[in-house]
């Protein structure tokens, strides 16, 4: 036979289905990405370890830090060189304080950092709920000098805020990384008692013991953070080990955090971030679309439906890190060119789905919020903006159901006229367009919601019922 003939007969055999669960299997053992989110109090040192960090690791060229380096020196603020990697505008360096999610990326042994830098200030919450929102795992930065422990955990620190908040937004693995205990001599009992108040504490925010790793470290002397500790700081090396072999260092400990379920086995999803006409395979008559692949599986040839509105089509094409694939999985992003689509037939915020099982669209749900620093307390019908994932749409706090304590799941209150800052509520919402929502305890990525009015994040919250 010749060539158009083959072609033909390739073209209307059915593809073969791969098993993409198999496939994904084959590749496990490559190295695994993690999104990380670095929170704690206001000058505990997290720029400047991260800087550091990043800097040790290779990512950061020695001729930015050292620019960095003459820059603060000039301001009389040497030791914030490493801080400034992180920190991007004049304004922040001027004052001396991380203002917005900084990103960046690092890799380890077996493991490829997206990394959510997450600023300290009390005013800036709302950008480390950004972050955290999107963070598979969590580094708990806590200044071991004298005092500073103390004023960062008890009282008004923030601390405990973040560390809540972190576990409210569902992530269950941290490490804790005990800064600055080069100012205490590296004293072996000022770690313990850091250690054993902050153990307490994490396992009463629903945090297991085996999830949270605790290393002592100096962010601004690069100790213990990349290699483990040696003969250079005979104070830490003498305690800080398990027989004749020193512990693990921070990295390691990043090293060990366990890949999050990738939830293949659940139906298809993929929201939508962009939408363009054609794509890699032609264009005649497809659109492409791209986003993460919030669960489950995509391959060649199947059949994908779009929600809101319920047009669907064929796979033509997939795309991941912009290399052609046959299949994609949860976690990636990749671009999918579906067969007899419109763009206009598929919004920013429309989700791609496998048909048996599609999303839900609603415009009215209940959630668990955690509220932060609204300038007004939050009442029934108050307006707010809806965001999930990439998109937004207007709402209304419709009815609060009830205040309750984070730890027990309790009720404390029935029927509030307002919620107050650092409270938790159930509340049900009302929104003007269809959201695509999943429940929580079913589907992540898709039960989490941020709650903003006048361009400040009020609200985190994870989403508990769906009402149509
Ligand atoms: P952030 O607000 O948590 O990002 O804190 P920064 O990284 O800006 O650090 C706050 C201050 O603590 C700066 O003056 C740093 O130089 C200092 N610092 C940070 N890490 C260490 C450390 O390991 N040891 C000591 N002695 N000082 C540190």
Excluded at 104 to 116: C, G, I, K, M, V
Excluded at 401 to 410: A, K
Excluded at 428 to 439: A, G, P, R
């Amino acid at each position: 036979i010749d060539d158009t003939a083959e072609q033909e007969a390739l073209a209307i055999k059915p593809r073969r289905r791969i098993d993409v669960a198999a496939e994904y299997a084959k590749t496990q053992n490559q190295r695994q990405g993690l999104n990380l989110v670095v929170v704690g109090h206001v000058d505990a040192g997290k720029s400047t370890l991260m800087g550091h960090l990043l800097y040790a690791l290779g990512q950061v060229s020695e001729r930015t830090v050292k620019k960095f380096e003459r820059e603060a020196e000039k301001i009389g603020k040497g030791s914030f060189a490493y801080a400034w990697v992180l920190d991007e505008t004049d304004e922040e360096r001027a004052r001396g304080v991380t203002m917005d999610v900084a990103t960046s990326t690092f890799e380890t042994a077996h493991r490829q950092f997206t990394l959510l830098d997450a600023p300290g200030h009390r005013d800036f919450v709302p950008n480390m709920i950004s972050g955290a929102s999107r963070a598979d795992v969590a580094m708990l930065v806590v200044d071991a000098s004298t005092g500073e422990f103390e004023s960062g955990f008890d009282g008004d620190g923030q601390t405990r805020e973040h560390t809540q908040l972190v576990r409210a937004l569902g992530v269950r693995q941290v490490v804790v990384a005990v800064n600055k205990l080069d100012t205490v001599g590296w004293s072996e009992d000022r770690y313990a008692e850091i250690v054993s108040r902050l153990q307490g504490f994490m396992q009463a925010c629903g945090f297991s013991n085996n999830d949270v790793r605790f290393v002592p470290v100096s962010g601004l002397d690069g100790v213990n953070l990349v290699r483990r500790v040696g003969s250079e700081v005979p104070e830490l090396a003498a305690w800080y080990r398990d027989g004749s072999a020193t512990r693990p260092c921070l990295v390691e400990l990043l090293d060990t955090f366990a890949l999050p379920e990738r939830t293949i086995k659940s139906p298809f999803r993929l929201a939508a971030t962009d939408v363009f006409r054609g794509g890699s395979a032609g264009s005649a008559g497809s659109v492409s679309i791209s986003g993460r692949i919030a669960q489950g599986t995509v391959q060649l040839g199947e059949s994908v439906v779009v929600v809101p509105g319920g047009v669907s089509g064929i796979v033509r094409a997939i795309d991941v890190n912009f290399e052609p694939r046959d299949w994609a999985v949860a976690g990636d992003e990749a671009i999918v060119q579906v067969q007899g689509l419109d763009p206009l037939q598929v919004p920013t915020g429309a989700v791609l789905c496998a048909p048996e099982q599609p999303i839900t669209a609603v415009t009215r749900f209940e959630t668990q919020i955690a509220v932060f620093e609204p300038k007004v307390p939050i009442t029934n019908g108050f307006p707010v903006l809806v965001h999930i994932q990439s998109i937004s749409v207007p709402g209304t706090v419709q009815r609060i159901i009830e205040t309750f304590d984070p730890r027990t799941g309790e009720s404390k209150r029935k029927r509030p006229r307002h919620i107050r800052r650092g409270a938790t509520a159930r509340v049900e919402i009302v929104t003007e367009s269809k959201l695509c929502l999943e429940l929580f305890k079913d589907a992540k990525e898709l039960g989490r919601i941020m709650l903003r009015r006048g361009g400040e994040t009020i609200a985190a919250g994870i989403v508990t019922a769906l009402h149509g």
